[in-house]
């Protein structure tokens, strides 16, 4: 059986490119609220490993949980979705 078919997936957008190696990828998720039915925006960041340090603050990517590579590291950036616009 394949070690890749039970990894959780999230896409988001790179908040932060600053450390070596790492992005902060924002997922945010929508959830309707149980009791009133309002739907609320609910964002985390994850810290994901880019190894050749090639996404930028704005691009969107996908992650894939992994084994722990540092204290608060755990996922890794699979693919590019979208490459950011220049202002």
């Known amino acids: 059986m394949s070690e890749t078919a039970n990894k959780r997936t999230l896409t988001g957008r790179v908040v932060s490119d600053k450390m070596n190696k790492t992005v902060t990828v924002l997922v945010e998720r929508r959830v309707k609220h149980e009791l009133y039915g ?11 490993h ?3 340090n090639e996404f930028h603050e704005g691009d969107t990517v996908t992650i894939e ?3 722990p590579l540092a204290k608060t590291k755990a996922w890794r950036v699979v693919n590019l979705v979208e490459k950011s616009r220049a202002v």
């Open 38 to 48: 309002k739907y609320l925006t609910l964002s985390k960041k994850y810290h994901a």
């Open 65 to 67: 949980e992994c084994r």
């Open 50 to 52: 880019d190894e050749k």
